[in-house]
């Protein structure tokens, strides 16, 4: 059966540090993958996806960008974190019969 | 544009009381699924059903039902005889087929009172 993980699930960074969360899916070949991110009391907003391998689409410009350097690996980044960066990000992929999400990152900048 | 709708910010029941859980939703695509997500406070986004476009057919599932209505551009969620462990936020969702964003809506907070 397929599973995805993402780690770490709590961080707190202060503004102007970088940020390296990571995502990986098994039992599955090529999947899209998905990096959403949740503001608190908000629903769910797209931030990047992937086809495949070095293929990244962004669906919002900001601070953070994604990686997709194996084919079940994908990475979200940023160079120097916001306050605004705050929030529950949550790692995805594509199944045959939904989309499917990790179990989420917590992150808080201060 | 498409857009999902869920009027009910929180909802508050006593246990073994039924609760409807309504969405709305906007596209003028002809081609979609429809989803529903539950979110425990543990965060992870538990997946419940899809439904696509074609199929209007109402689905149960145990103490779950689904009511898909294209006339009115709705897909409600009923859990009958809730339980306390049915406390969460719900999100409804829409993808269009061959798209990438699945747009969700703002969610309801159910909280089941023992």
């Known amino acids: 059966s397929q599973t995805i993980h993402q780690w770490p699930a709590t961080l707190v960074q202060p503004v102007g540090s970088p940020l390296s969360l990571e995502c990986t899916v098994e039992?599955?070949?090529?999947?899209?993958l998905y990096w959403y991110r949740q503001a608190a009391g908000r629903g769910l907003q797209l931030l990047f996806y992937?086809?495949?391998?070095?293929?990244i689409s962004s669906e919002v410009p900001q601070n953070l960008s994604a990686s997709r350097p194996q084919d079940r690996q994908f990475i979200l980044s940023s160079k120097k974190l916001l306050l605004s960066d705050s929030g529950f990000y949550l790692c995805?992929?594509?199944?045959?019969?939904?989309?499917?999400f990790g179990e989420g990152s917590w992150l808080t900048v201060v | 544009a498409q857009k999902v709708t869920q009027a009910q910010t929180e909802i508050s029941v006593v246990e073994k009381e039924d609760v409807t859980l309504d969405c709305v939703y906007e596209?003028?695509?002809?081609?979609?699924?429809l989803f529903w997500y539950k979110q425990p406070p543990s965060g992870e986004l538990v997946f419940l059903i899809r439904?696509?476009?074609?199929?209007?057919q109402n689905e149960i599932s145990g103490r779950y039902s689904w009511n898909f209505q294209k006339s009115t551009s709705s897909f409600n969620f009923t859990i009958t005889a809730s339980q306390v462990v049915d406390s969460a936020v719900y999100f409804c969702?829409?993808?269009?087929?061959?798209?990438?964003?699945?747009?969700f809506g703002t969610g309801t907070r159910l909280t089941v009172i023992p």
């Open positions: 039992g599955t070949s090529n999947p899209n």
């Open positions: 969702a829409l993808i269009l087929t061959g798209a990438n964003n699945l747009f």
């Open positions: 596209t003028r695509d002809t081609t979609y699924y």
């Open positions: 439904r696509n476009s074609f199929d209007e």
């Open positions: 992937s086809v495949g391998i070095g293929q």
């Open positions: 995805a992929w594509s199944g045959r019969a939904a989309i499917y």
